[in-house]
């Protein structure tokens, strides 16, 4: 890798819903962070997954194939307008290819790595393996730009805009469709986690919830449209809340759900009485404002528990801010309730814009950036492997 500190990234990433790419330049050695986003593409496969009812994973694999090659050149050719990519060698552009290897979906996961691989072949650009919870991780960074000392801009935003300071530790949440976890950042480049899920993941309890009352996939936006139509709460467990650690559990809190669909579908008309696995229960008949105020309660009660767990980590580690990111950081309830509790406590609150918050490119290149910046170091091309159950757990 060049020895300049001034470095362009391209990331990569092939998760379950996307196949995206991004181009980040940045100053590692700056004293505060200071970078770029150049461009960021994400090409969504959700269409494709809910017309299957979820994720097949080699169709996923198959679309990641047929779209990694656009994606990738478009980043190139949205990053750098006046280059043509098409034969374009890479190193004059790039210094370092980030990309996802986990964790995730494996037939999902080798394509970005293998594709990375052989970009890399081809333009001896060195490559950077990323986790992907770390990209979840540091995505709030890439909003704080324009709100923080942290310098951090967009091309052609508005960087006048300066707010207060991002200050350590962190408490940072990240919710996603596979993870649930409280991650510890001491400082940019040290991080412990604290907590995770024993079960289900937050968003994979909304996933399974909206099949229950068959809504489309993904569930949690659904989930989440429904229950700004009712009032009503029913209140349904809080599990683990009073346990004392920072795990977390979900998959009771959709038992419960299920056990109050099949009760009030007794007292209903609902034709819906499938048997078999709670797969294979659907509530699709019920009236619409019944579903509406079980989805209203579900999103509250893992609200709730997620938001009183966070909180009693924020004072035992004494944190000044709080991040929260991930697919299910989209959800306004869990913004809401968490950014009311900060600002009760007095801790900042810090949250990317939706489109950073589900699966992209940007976040692995600014996990990459701030990864660069603490040291580490490209890895020899025979290391580099799809992991797909790589845990975050310190660093
Ligand atoms: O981070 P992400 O895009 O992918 C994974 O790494 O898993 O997260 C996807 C998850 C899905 O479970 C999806 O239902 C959930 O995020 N999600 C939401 C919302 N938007 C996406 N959950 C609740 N409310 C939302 N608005
Ligand atoms: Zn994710």
Same mark, same amino acid.
């Not at 694999?61 to 990519?85: C, G």
């Not at 552009?93 to 990309?99: G, M, Q, S, T």
């Not at 890399?120 to 890439?142: A, C, D, T």
């Not at 209903?268 to 009236?287: C, E, I, Q, V």
């Given at each position: 890798?060049?020895?300049?500190?001034?470095?362009?990234?391209? @990331?990569?990433?092939?998760?379950?819903?996307?196949?995206?790419?991004?181009?980040?330049?940045?100053?590692?050695?700056?004293?505060?962070?200071?970078?770029?986003?150049?461009?960021?593409?994400?090409?969504?496969?959700?269409?494709?997954?809910?017309?299957?009812?979820?994720?097949?994973?080699?169709?996923?694999?198959?679309?990641?194939?047929?779209?990694?090659?656009?994606?990738?050149?478009?980043?190139?050719?949205?990053?750098?307008?006046?280059?043509?990519?098409?034969?374009? @060698?890479?190193?004059?552009?790039?210094?370092?290819?980030?990309?996802?290897?986990?964790?995730?979906?494996?037939?999902?996961?080798?394509?970005?790595?293998?594709?990375?691989?052989?970009?890399?072949?081809?333009?001896?650009?060195?490559?950077?393996?990323?986790?992907?919870?770390?990209?979840?991780?540091?995505?709030?960074?890439?909003?704080?730009? $324009?709100?923080?000392?942290? $310098?951090?801009?967009?091309?052609?935003?508005?960087?006048?805009?300066?707010?207060?300071?991002?200050?350590?530790?962190?408490?940072?949440?990240?919710? $996603?469709?596979?993870?649930?976890?409280?991650?510890?950042?001491?400082?940019?480049?040290?991080?412990?986690?604290?907590?995770?899920?024993?079960?289900?993941?937050?968003?994979?309890?909304?996933?399974?919830?909206?099949?229950?009352?068959?809504?489309?996939?993904?569930?949690?936006?659904?989930?989440?449209?429904?229950?700004?139509?009712?009032?009503?709460?029913?209140?349904?467990?809080?599990?683990?809340?009073?346990?004392?650690?920072?795990?977390?559990?979900?998959?009771?809190?959709?038992?419960?759900?299920?056990?109050?669909?099949?009760?009030?579908?007794?007292?209903?008309?609902?034709?819906?009485?499938?048997?078999?696995?709670?797969?294979?229960?659907?509530?699709?008949?019920?009236?619409?404002?019944?579903?509406?105020?079980?989805?209203?309660?579900?999103?509250?009660?893992?609200?709730?528990?997620?938001?009183?767990?966070?909180?009693?980590?924020?004072?035992?580690?004494?944190?000044?801010?709080?991040?929260?990111?991930?697919?299910?950081?989209?959800?306004?309830?869990?913004?809401?309730?968490?950014?009311?509790?900060?600002?009760?406590?007095?801790?900042?609150?810090?949250?990317?814009?939706?489109?950073?918050?589900?699966?992209?490119?940007?976040?692995?290149?600014?996990?990459?950036?701030?990864?660069?910046?603490?040291?580490?170091?490209?890895?020899?091309?025979?290391?580099?492997?799809?992991?797909?159950?790589?845990?975050?757990?310190?660093?």
């Amino acid at each position: 890798m060049p020895s300049k500190k001034t470095l362009t990234i391209l @990331a990569i990433e092939t998760s379950c819903d996307e196949t995206a790419a991004s181009v980040l330049r940045g100053n590692i050695a700056a004293k505060k962070p200071t970078f770029t986003t150049l461009s960021s593409v994400v090409r969504s496969q959700i269409k494709l997954h809910s017309k299957m009812g979820g994720v097949v994973p080699e169709a996923a694999a198959r679309a990641h194939v047929k779209a990694i090659r656009p994606v990738v050149e478009k980043a190139l050719n949205d990053a750098f307008p006046s280059l043509s990519t098409k034969h374009l @060698a890479l190193s004059t552009c790039i210094d370092l290819i980030a990309v996802t290897a986990g964790p995730g979906l494996p037939p999902a996961l080798l394509v970005g790595v293998e594709f990375a691989k052989a970009l890399s072949l081809g333009s001896g650009v060195p490559i950077l393996p990323v986790n992907h919870m770390e990209g979840h991780l540091y995505s709030p960074f890439g909003e704080s730009i $324009s709100n923080s000392q942290f $310098s951090i801009s967009k091309a052609g935003s508005n960087t006048k805009n300066q707010r207060t300071p991002i200050e350590f530790p962190i408490l940072s949440m990240i919710v $996603s469709g596979g993870h649930t976890l409280l991650v510890l950042q001491k400082n940019e480049s040290h991080y412990q986690v604290l907590g995770s899920t024993v079960d289900d993941a937050a968003g994979e309890a909304f996933d399974k919830v909206a099949r229950l009352l068959d809504l489309p996939y993904p569930g949690g936006p659904q989930i989440s449209k429904l229950a700004l139509e009712s009032d009503e709460v029913i209140p349904f467990p809080r599990p683990m809340l009073d346990a004392p650690n920072y795990n977390f559990s979900f998959s009771g809190l959709k038992t419960a759900v299920l056990y109050h669909l099949q009760e009030i579908s007794k007292q209903n008309t609902s034709k819906d009485k499938a048997k078999g696995s709670l797969n294979h229960y659907r509530f699709g008949d019920l009236p619409h404002a019944t579903k509406a105020s079980i989805a209203r309660s579900f999103e509250e009660a893992v609200a709730d528990v997620l938001v009183t767990k966070a909180m009693r980590a924020v004072k035992k580690y004494s944190c000044k801010t709080v991040s929260l990111s991930g697919g299910v950081a989209a959800n306004r309830r869990l913004r809401a309730t968490l950014s009311e509790q900060c600002a009760v406590n007095s801790v900042q609150f810090i949250v990317p814009d939706f489109k950073l918050c589900t699966d992209n490119a940007e976040m692995i290149a600014i996990a990459a950036y701030f990864k660069l910046r603490a040291g580490s170091k490209p890895v020899p091309y025979s290391k580099i492997k799809a992991d797909s159950s790589w845990e975050l757990r310190y660093c």
